[in-house]
């Protein structure tokens, strides 16, 4: 067994989302499960939740060059815990990974990390909120102002944020439902960062600003045992409105379960049912040996969307430990914008 | 009726169960010397690819502490928190076993431990506790950690996790820090963030394999050769029980079987003989491999390092093999019989000449072929490349000789029959001369064995001398001193002065030279120098050339390698140099280009001494002196204690070349005995008229008895060309395309006659069964000669 096979071992409730194993979504031995009807506390809520199985601190930007290139940047902390609640030391059983990338219109920059909890290499705590994982950090006085750094081997970013929005809930007031069975997660959003920072590229530093948006999400049974991969978006129109719209693709091949949020410039939120988002691929691209959409239309019809959205570099393969797609994204159609696109689960 | 046939043929086996003993002994035996050797490789190789994988020693970077050896866990977690992609081990003896703690999310080394995997939960390896070991090691480990045996372990070794490890040592700090090999942009340098600390290199090219593959090259010829031997005896005896039964296959045929039935009969016999021979093979060579791995691990720990396990296990890797070449070897035997017997008309006589009576055709193309293998052999030492070109050249050499052997001993014999005095005399050469053919493939045997003796000896003893010679050339300073702070070497320097009376500060630095990685050393040219070190070619004056900067040393490794020799130019940055002399080097592979300390600094200005070799009469006191300084003992090398460590090292490989030694002569005299055992019945016509005119059965035992030992003579003598031959092979051939440097060779006539002698007593041990049989052949036998006149 190598390295690499350990970890996919590891992260066995990720690649269960991500790769869709089949019966390992579903049972949830000794962990937490989100109820509907919890009300969030913040600032404790931004912290780490480790009764449940999974959870991450997921950011994507948009950004724009002095000379108007533009650029995508990810900025992700996942915790997996392999059996619940928190010990202190080695005995920790949270394990912490991360990802880290840029993308250009040429050239994807991915890398990860990982880390063990209880020794200080990696954490998240509330208030002030600080997630770390070696000499990474997101961390702020608070959530709405933060700092955040991440290097790789061929990339480093320096950026700082700041809201200027509120919170965004999902689903049923932050309960997301995730498939006809009933899997779900508590997922909240803050899609409002402004962001600016100075990206090293091997061709040398470069200022840019733009857009961010921070998910936020745990759980402890993402997927049922017939979904296979998922296609999520993230789509901020020019108009000022945002879409989150996700579809999880069953494995016999069948259109399988959705959901979204349309949110108002100004931070109203309307939920969107099964089936009232929907997105259909319109070109593939190879990638890693695997066809994976990089072009897609996506509707709304009650909402008077369709757009096109296509990938900034159809190459943004994250070729990690669990590989999957990701980058930005621009908009056409009736409304125009960018933002971003994963996929994983493209075998 | 195929039932009745098949009978018909195994009873010959029933009426001779001697030939079926010398069948299955002489292939269990060759089998068992060749997988014996074989399993002790393979268990070698695969120690050094789990200490590999398992310790990742060496793979990567490391970092250590500069004084003690621990590291406190907060400076783990500062390095990381700071950007350095570092993983932790723990390390610390457990009821003498090496526990091994890592932490396998952040390791860079490849950890096989299939079973984490199998039995399903990184959690339980993590959380309460598993240890993964050689079953041997497990056995040994009392804890209340659970104790997974796992093949892939490495010996004396047993690996956790890093918190389970740190609860059993009862500590909470580290040992060291292992570098992943890619690291993020703008890390601080590490003095920034641990000044304590320090980044020690990884060794890529002193690969324990690559040093290793030397000695496991002596034990693969043994088993090459002691194989060989043992075909000889096979296909002897196969040819035998062929022969004797030709009337049996006519008469089988004259009623009836087909010739198709007969043949599948036949190798289907052949076919199991030989898989009952190579299964007791198998076991002998376990049972040869469990007696000898003690010994190989303990030569091999203390020669490279290298950690062995003790312990045998049973891979395929060497028993298929065996298995396989056991079969291969005894089908090629039968083959030319089954021709002939598929060839031979039904009804041709079946008159019982011998089968061993060579015929003069055949001696001629022995010659022939005996001349074009030492013609293939000569054209391969002149022109050939490679080491598998020098494995064919130790092959042709080999064959040639065997072959050539009877048509040498005949001119031997039949000069001393013209010079005969006396009847008997002349009858025992001529007689002696008789029966040469029948022996000739024991006797090819014997040589075999004796010049691969003769051969493997020599390597071996040379390999001591030169290292023992290059250990005193490179060791001459009573003591060393390693410092890993460049700092103290001033704080000491008074106390060095004071109380040496010469010292040797070694600085050494990487560089490109001629295109290949190379090290550079920095030495201070000097009366020890000058004294000890032994060139293989130098100028005039070499010494004081690289004193003064104006030339170069550099060792055969990198001489070989780039071409250059004495009188050739190494560019070194820009600085143009001749070679001065090249000298020997056998304690590591790589090239090496020594300078004068004053040029060293001007090129590499950054690099300060941390080796110093220290000269004094009094080593022990100095040793005192400096303890007292602050030195600490794990800083000084006690050189004659290192010296006296090799040398119980190599009597270690002295021992196992030993026993390998008595196996291969125990395997000759066997084939011996064999052929002997079945020219008496044969000879008893010959015998019986010289009985009848006078000498007594005592007489005629003591003849062949004589005889015997007159041809081991014979063969001993020859053997050691051929060996020294071997030994040139494998010194100057084998030796150079492995590794880059030759060895001299160095003559041992005493112990190659202590070898002829343990071959005549091997000869006259084989024939004295034989020799008392014929003294108890009852008189009535021998008159039964002239009553069944044929």
Known sequence: MNVKALFLFLMLPVAAWAQGFAGLGTDADGFAVPQPGTTFDFPADHGPHPDYRIEWWYLTANLTGPDGTPYGLQWTLFRSALAPGERPGWQSPQVWFAHAAVTTPDTHYATERFARGGVGTAGVQADPFRAWIDEWALEGPNFDSLHMTAAGPAFRYDMTLDAQGPLVFHGDAGFSVKSEEGQASYYYSQPFYRIAGTLHLPDGPIKVTGTAWLDREWSSQPLSGRQAGWDWFSLSFDSGAKLMGFQLRNRDGSSGYSSGTWIAPDGVTESLPNGAFSAEPLATHSVAGRDVPTRWQVTVPHRGTDVTVTALNRDAWMDLSIPYWEGPVSVTGTHQGRGYLEMTGYE | ?790
Not at chain 2, 771 to 785: D, G
Request: some cysteine; charged content about 15%.
């Open chain 2, 1 to 790: 009726m195929r039932r009745a046939a098949l009978h018909a043929l195994l009873s010959h086996w029933r009426r001779h169960p001697l030939q079926l003993f010398a069948f299955l002994a002489g292939l269990a035996l060759a089998t068992g010397l060749w997988s014996g050797v074989q399993a002790i490789n393979a268990e070698a190789r695969a120690s050094y690819d789990a200490a590999a994988a398992t310790l990742g020693e060496g793979q990567f970077d490391q970092i250590l502490p500069r004084a003690g050896d621990s590291i406190a866990q907060s400076d783990y977690v500062a390095l990381r928190r700071a950007g350095w992609r570092v993983s932790p081990v723990i390390e610390g003896r457990y009821q003498d076993v090496r526990l091994l703690g890592l932490d396998p999310l952040s390791s860079p080394g490849r950890f096989d431990f299939g079973q984490v995997t199998a039995r399903g939960n990184i959690g339980t390896f993590m959380g309460p506790g598993q240890l993964f070991a050689t079953a041997e090691t497990a056995a040994r480990l009392d804890t209340d950690a659970q104790v997974i045996v796992s093949t892939d372990a490495a010996p004396n070794v047993a690996v956790g996790d890093i918190g389970v490890v740190q609860r059993l040592l009862g500590r909470s700090d580290l040992s060291r820090l292992m570098v992943l090999p890619e690291q993020p942009l703008g890390r601080p340098p590490l003095d920034q963030i641990a000044p304590h600390l320090r980044v020690q290199p990884s060794i890529q090219t002193a690969d324990v394999g690559e040093l290793t593959d030397s000695f496991h090259l002596n034990l693969t010829a043994f088993g090459l050769l002691s194989f060989a031997v043992g075909l000889f005896i096979v296909h002897s005896t196969i040819g035998l029980a062929f022969e004797q039964r030709r009337g049996l296959v006519r008469s089988l045929r004259a009623l009836g079987i087909p010739l198709r039935q007969m043949i599948v009969l036949l190798a289907g016999e052949i076919l199991l003989l030989a898989s009952v021979g190579a299964a007791l093979g198998i076991v002998l060579g376990y049972v040869v491999a469990a007696v000898l791995l003690p010994d190989v691990a303990v030569t091999l720990r203390g020669l490279y390092g290298a950690e062995v396990s003790g312990s045998l296990r049973f891979r395929s890797e060497w028993w298929a093999s065996g298995l396989a070449i056991a079969i291969i070897g005894s089908a090629i035997a039968a083959s030319g019989q089954l021709w002939q017997i598929a060839h031979m008309p039904i009804l041709a006589s079946a008159r019982p000449r011998a089968w061993f009576m060579a015929s003069q055709r055949s001696a001629s193309w022995q010659a022939a072929c005996a001349g074009l293998l030492a013609l293939g052999a000569l054209g391969l030492a002149l022109f050939g490349q490679g080491l598998i070109a020098s494995f064919t050249l130790l092959g042709c050499f080999l064959i040639a000789a065997a072959l050539a052997l009877p048509l040498l001993i005949r001119p031997i014999t039949g000069w001393a029959e013209t010079g005969a005095r006396g009847p008997v005399s002349a009858w025992f050469w001529a007689d002696t001369r008789q029966q040469l053919p029948g022996l000739s493939l024991a006797l090819m045997a014997l040589l075999l064995a004796v010049s691969a003796n003769i051969g493997v000896s020599t390597m071996v003893s040379s390999f001591r001398l030169t290292f023992v010679a290059f250990l005193d050339q490179r060791l001459a300073a009573e003591l060393y001193l390693r410092l890993d702070d460049p700092a103290q070497a001033e704080v000491i320097a008074p106390v060095l002065a004071a109380h040496t009376d010469e010292i040797l500060p070694l600085l050494r630095a990487d560089a490109q030279v001629a295109g290949l990685p190379t090290e550079l050393l920095g030495v201070r040219v000097g009366r020890t120098y000058r004294d000890n070190w032994v060139f293989l070619d130098s100028t005039a004056e070499a010494w004081d050339a690289v004193a003064e900067g104006r030339a170069v040393i550099t060792n055969e490794q990198f001489a070989r390698r780039a071409d250059l020799w004495v009188g050739d130019v190494v560019t070194l940055d820009v600085t143009a140099l001749p070679i001065a002399a090249v000298v020997g080097d056998y304690g590591n592979p790589r090239g090496q280009v020594i300078l004068g300390e004053a040029l060293f600094q001007t090129l590499r200005p950054q690099a300060l001494p941390q080796s110093f070799g220290l000269r004094s009469d009094d080593p022990a006191r100095l040793r005192a002196t400096l303890r007292a300084a602050g030195i600490p003992d794990s800083a000084m090398i006690d050189q004659a204690a290192l010296k006296s460590f090799s040398l119980q090292v190599f009597e270690r490989t002295f021992t196992v070349t030993a026993a390998l030694n008595v196996l291969t002569l125990a395997v000759a005299g066997f084939a011996m005995l064999m052929s002997l055992l079945t020219l008496a019945d044969q000879r008893l016509p010959q015998l019986a008229p010289v009985w009848a005119l006078g000498l007594t059965r005592r007489q005629l035992g003591r003849l062949e008895l004589a005889r015997a030992g007159l041809f081991a003579l014979l063969v001993s003598v020859i053997a050691v060309p051929v060996g020294l031959g071997l030994a040139w092979v494998l010194l100057a051939k084998v030796n150079v395309d492995a590794f880059g440097w030759r060895l001299p060779m160095f003559l041992f006539p005493g112990s190659y006659a202590l070898l002829g002698l343990a071959a005549i007593g091997a000869a006259v041990l084989a024939a004295l069964w034989p020799a008392l049989r014929l003294m108890r052949t009852p008189p009535a036998r021998l008159l039964q000669v002239f009553a069944h006149e044929r």
